[in-house]
């Protein structure tokens, strides 16, 4: 046996642990439990069957290429197809602004090591994803929250926070936001909000990371610029993936950037994976190319749209009226706030025994808030399942609440 | 733009630079020139046709597996086959022991994640594969290494190495060691080798990293047991790849190590990446599974080992007799040692003027070192594209001896 191992372990690994939420995830697994626990797509509209015919060509008329070591920038044709879409939208980028990276969580870790020393200062919202949080401290990192309020991250809280660090000679190294249907909250920054904590990362001569895994993914109202449009002084590093508009199980993300920002991304890269898949970045491309992605992207985003409807109409129709809930424009997720006498942690084992699974939303606070939420996905299930799950939560919630106000 | 970026930049990653040897590649994809300076398999023999067939397979039977997320761990099936590969070898793990990684590179970062905190000493071989290096570098570590001889890295000058660090108060975090076909010498450890390393390891508490992305691709010899057989004490991170003996465009490598240090890695992934592509995974598995994996390695053996015996013999005809090499029992490489007062680096220009290219071998020395080696790759081009470059260096460094001696 190695002897002392813990003292062996870098400093910035002894204190973490396995994500929670994949802990969480493993004993939902239980077939008899329907779990709201994840994120993931449904996978009945997986377009398998054209990625079927798509995969046979490029293995067949493109195999030395797919199946070769990449650039480590990326597919150079799945790069422009990418630049090209968001060309399309009015954003000015070029080829040399963006790398594919293995899914936007590797976009985050490479920000991270790019970025954080240990010690370094993150102003994240407060809640915020959890993968994204888990990355920064991965380095180190100290966290800031920023509350939210039903425009996302409070600029004037943010402003207040930046001169507070200041004071203390901190300044931190980005601000964390997700400005559409923000995980695990399903809140969107409307334009006014964006340019606000734009003015105020450009006053400050700080960087934004504009996390973007659900923007396409939008069933009413107007789709918002993103902070990389609306920003005039390259300090958004925007990171987007194919993980909940396309597929999970190829990995493929991007991060755009100014040129000086990305060829450190591209440095931090090399050390990390060298390069993400050749093989499924060119099925993607052609993917693409033939038409397919906008396609099945309608109907994903078709078919999230009559399960967010019919998710809420359950809600309101099974909940207890103490609970309430912001209705998302857009994703994958559902956040409950629950009377502030409930603390969702311990309202899990109840849940368990009513075979149904959720996320406690303290997972989301680094500093341990929102005990009285939980997250919710709706996304994953059919809308059978999702209603009965929805009925036994609710049956657990009231149990819940009776035990506390007897 | 942002102001000051340089001082926003993490400690670690302000130093690096983009990978030399990419640069390189980069400066030598000029259609005239014949490089040998990549690391690259053969992409004709890749088997593009069966992997068409198994991708359909895999997408129709089993897509809504392949096409979402996949556990931190990778793939069950995948992991269940590789253990049976080992255990079949006579090593003793279990799946609780490996996990799958975004390729070897991943399995370099995610140890150098674990186990280093800036300015923390790792022992590497001088000299060592540059991508190890890198992934060691950007963590803040520091390099130590220890001179090869013709049975690979000193163990006598490795006791010596720790002895005097353990006197200044530094413990290594590991020793790292390519055991077989090493990069860039293409030198083997022998069994009692392995074993002296091991005991040092053991004698100081050590780890030691033992990175085998070559080991399978042996054309003469007897197997060498790896060192994760031999060590008695759960010290050794082993690492395992599909690059060299399948397809690098999967990204697909393993990790294998104690239950202890491999829950560290797990959580250091999920971090990093989550998960690697589950669709490469259960497609790889599916081929191992129909016994083509163990097919195609006969014929990627074979044909590497007739590409190494044809080189050896054109570097017998053309080579200046001033200059030397150790015949490699397997992997990708051989290993160049011209007359000490030539640089290998100065001669580069010359070489490009005749069209042809090589790794400078002083890339794989940290301290600067083995200003007068080369790497030169005889896997990827054709055998008559390989005599036609030995030709065009010999020729160069013919040149370049004739001018320094004149």
Redesign the interface.
């Known amino acids: ?5 813990e003292n ?6 002894k204190g ?4 929670a939420i ?1 802990e969480i995830l493993k004993l939902t697994q239980r077939p008899e439990i329907i779990s709201f626990a ?1 994120g ?2 449904d ?2 509209l ?1 377009p ?2 054209e ?2 015919e798509v ?2 060509e490029v ?2 008329t493109e ?10 920038e990326g597919d150079a044709l799945l790069r422009k197809l990418l630049v090209e879409r968001y060309q399309k939208q009015g954003i000015n980028i070029e080829e040399k602004n963006l790398i594919i990276t ?2 936007s ?2 976009g985050l ?1 490479l920000t991270a ?6 010690g ?1 200062t993150i102003i994240c919202g407060l809640p915020s994803y959890l ?1 994204a949080l ?2 920064f ?3 180190g990192a100290n966290l800031e929250g920023i509350e939210l309020d039903q425009y996302g991250m409070r600029s004037d809280l943010l402003e207040e926070k930046v001169v507070e660090l200041a004071n203390k000679g901190i ?1 931190p ?1 980005f601000i964390y936001t997700i400005p559409d249907f923000q995980n695990p909250t399903g809140i969107t920054m409307p334009e006014w909000r964006r340019l606000e904590i734009i003015a105020v990362a450009e006053k400050y ?1 700080l ?1 934004i990371l504009e996390d973007c895994p659900y923007r396409d993914v939008r069933f009413e109202g107007a789709a918002q610029k993103t902070m990389l449009e609306l920003d005039k ?3 958004i590093i925007h990171l987007g993936t194919f ?1 909940k508009v396309f ?5 493929i993300g991007w991060a755009i950037a ?1 040129e ?2 990305l ?2 991304i ?3 890269k ?11 970045q060119r099925i993607s491309a052609r993917f693409i190319e033939k038409g397919l992605f906008d396609k099945n992207l309608s109907v994903i985003i078709n078919a999230y749209k009559a399960k967010q409807q019919h998710f809420i109409k359950c809600l309101k129709e099974y909940m207890p009226s103490e609970v309430s809930w912001i209705n998302p424009e857009g994703g994958l997720f559902i956040f409950l706030t629950l009377p502030e006498f409930i603390d969702t942690t311990e309202l899990f084992q109840t849940a368990i025994e009513e075979k149904v699974a959720y996320v406690p939303g303290s997972t989301f606070y680094y500093n341990g808030e929102g005990r009285n939420t939980m997250r919710l996905n709706f996304s994953f299930m059919s809308l059978e399942k999702n209603e009965e799950g929805i009925k036994r939560l609710a049956t657990a919630i009231k149990k819940e609440i009776a035990a506390k106000t007897k």
């Open positions: 046996m190695v002897n002392e191992l062996l372990l870098s400093n910035n690994i973490m642990k396995r994500s994949r994840g993931l797509p996978p009945t997986f398998t069957e990625l079927a995969s046979s293995l067949k195999g030395a290429l797919a199946l070769q070591y990449g650039t480590t293995t899914a969580q590797q870790d090591k790019v970025f954080i020393n240990p370094d993968g888990s990355a401290l991965s380095y300044h190294k001569n960087i002084s390259q300090r993980s597929v999970p199980g190829f990995r100014s000086e920002i060829d450190k591209v440095v931090a090399q050390a990390t994976d060298l390069c993400t898949p050749a093989f499924v």
